[in-house]
């Protein structure tokens, strides 16, 4: 079974400062991992995936994140906040199949 | 490149009244997910299709929400009747599943349903 856990429902971040959002899965087979942001009134967009190859897998706006087996973990981080990265942040596994698991959110404030 | 499309974008309807939402998927995309998402509970898959067929609607919270794909290139929710508890944002999200494909879901701007 395949499941998402993503520490902290809110974030506070001074501008400039680094972002770290916190997610750690489960998963029965080697897992697709996503990181998604949801802007106020918006759907979800991709900010970015692990499938396979490079752990270190960089995303759109400056996000990155890493697959570490070891920890079941894909922490997403951006080394310097922006006031345009206060948004909701859902991290989800695939087990490879069509089943998406999405973690519970986290919501990112950015503070002046 | 059109995304997901959906409509209405936002809803306000009476208890009791029925209701239909839709969504268009990407084109070529073979597979399309009906999500909810509450302050309460978060974001929840409701229902999902491969080739137009449901495959698992065990999210569906009860006999009075159905969801169809008549083909391809169209999706319906349906809440009949529908209640104040199911007041929330509705997503359509779809993929491509299949071969090299790594089944990445993109999603519509949601349905901002309100039964009062």
């Known amino acids: 079974a395949q499941s998402v856990t993503q520490l902290g429902s809110h974030v506070s971040v001074s501008e400039g400062a680094l972002v770290l959002l916190r997610c750690n899965y489960s998963?029965?087979?080697?897992?697709?991992l996503f990181w998604y942001v949801q802007y106020p009134n918006q759907g979800l967009q991709l900010l970015l995936k692990?499938?396979?190859?490079?752990?270190l897998v960089k995303g759109i706006n400056g996000f990155e994140a890493e697959f570490k087996k070891s920890e079941t973990s894909f922490h997403l981080t951006k080394p310097s906040a922006h006031m345009s990265d206060a948004a909701e942040y859902f991290c989800?596994?695939?087990?490879?199949?069509?089943?998406?698991?999405f973690g519970t959110g986290t919501s990112l404030t950015v503070i002046p | 490149d059109a995304g997901v499309i959906q409509s209405p974008r936002h809803e306000v309807t009476e208890m009791g009244q029925e209701v239909t939402l839709r969504c268009k998927p990407i084109?070529?995309?073979?597979?399309l997910f009906w999500y909810r998402q509450t302050m309460m509970r978060g974001l929840e898959l409701l229902i999902y299709?491969?080739?137009?067929?449901?495959?698992?609607d065990s999210g569906m919270p009860e006999d009075r929400f159905s969801a169809k794909m008549p083909n391809a290139s169209f999706s319906t929710l349906k809440i009949q009747p529908s209640e104040p508890r199911d007041s929330a944002v509705y997503f359509c999200?779809?993929?491509?599943?299949?071969?090299?494909?790594?089944?990445?879901?993109?999603f519509g701007p949601g349905t901002r349903l309100t039964v009062l």
């Open positions: 692990y499938t396979t190859g490079a752990t």
């Open positions: 999200a779809s993929n491509r599943r299949g071969t090299g494909a790594y089944n990445e879901q993109f």
């Open positions: 084109s070529g995309h073979n597979s």
């Open positions: 989800a596994v695939s087990d490879r199949g069509n089943q998406f698991y």
């Open positions: 998963s029965s087979v080697p897992p697709y």
């Open positions: 299709f491969n080739n137009n067929v449901p495959i698992d």
